[in-house]
């Protein structure tokens, strides 16, 4: 399959609560083979732009279309082929061990010939994901960053050409958002289409192809980080002065702070418990 245009594409969309306008005017392109960032301040629109992206949410005016096809002409199980979502509040599966919490992404392709292929895949999507060891763990036993992790590797197991994650970051240590994005990326390197709601921004500047803003509602900016992550907006944008500071090629986005953070020079801090891996 080759196409040049955008495989999801929202146009005009707005969506109103009570009359309280929460997104307007939105276009938005994502192409396979690009990662897309979407940030903004909290209360901006980011989790309802997703959803209406993913067609969860219905759009008040406006409309998105996947692979040229409105979101709304796709039956539940075929758009779960071809878009997943994790989402920034997970439900907390009662009674579910990790390893059924992952097959459960696999459902969409129950009695089709991709069924075969479902014990693989669910064991790559753990490995990817770094859950393998909680496999038989009670998924709401589980530490939020080890939840977050469960849910991306049922996303991973349900193979789609479009993933959609909000927040997905939130809850990990360093290495697991690291490694949770890197995955991401190779997903887009492999030509799916991926949506990535971040905070921080340091993140978005590394993984991201493409940033977009959402303020009050509205796309503010639309580009590589490059140009999207200035001083100037994001001060701006997120009411709160920030410094963005090229180091070796990486872009750091730090919010300038008022009061100094006393100095430990000359201090060493060292972990005093026994290295368990050694
Ligand atoms: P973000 O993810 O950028 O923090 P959201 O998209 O979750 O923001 O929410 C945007 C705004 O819309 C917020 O002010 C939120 O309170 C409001 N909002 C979201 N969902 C609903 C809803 N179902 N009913 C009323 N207001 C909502
Ligand atoms: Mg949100």
Known sequence: MSRTGPLLSARGVGVRYDDNPILSDVDVDIRGGELVVLVGPNGAGKSTLLGVLAGDIEPTVGGVSLDDKPLPAYAARELARQRGVQLQKQGLAFGFRV?????MGRSPWHRTAREDDDERVVSESMQRADVVEFAARLYP?????EQARTSFARLLAQETPVLML?????????????SL???????AQAGAAVVVVLHDLSLAAAYADRIVMLAHGRVCANGVPRDVLTSELLTEVYEHPVEVIDHAGALLVVPVRT??????AGEE???ATPWPHA
Do not use: F
């Not at 036993?141 to 960053?145: A, E, F, I, K």
């Not at 994005?181 to 997903?187: D, G, I, P, Q």
């Not at 009061?259 to 430990?264: D, G, K, L, T």
């Open 181 to 187: 994005l890197a995955v991401a990326r190779s997903a």
């Open 141 to 145: 036993t589980l530490s939020g960053g």
């Open 166 to 178: 909000d927040e997905p970051t939130a809850a990990l240590d360093i290495r697991h958002q690291e």
């Open 99 to 103: 390893r059924e919490v992952v097959q």
């Open 269 to 271: 801090v060292r972990c």
């Open 259 to 264: 009061r100094a953070v006393e100095s430990h």
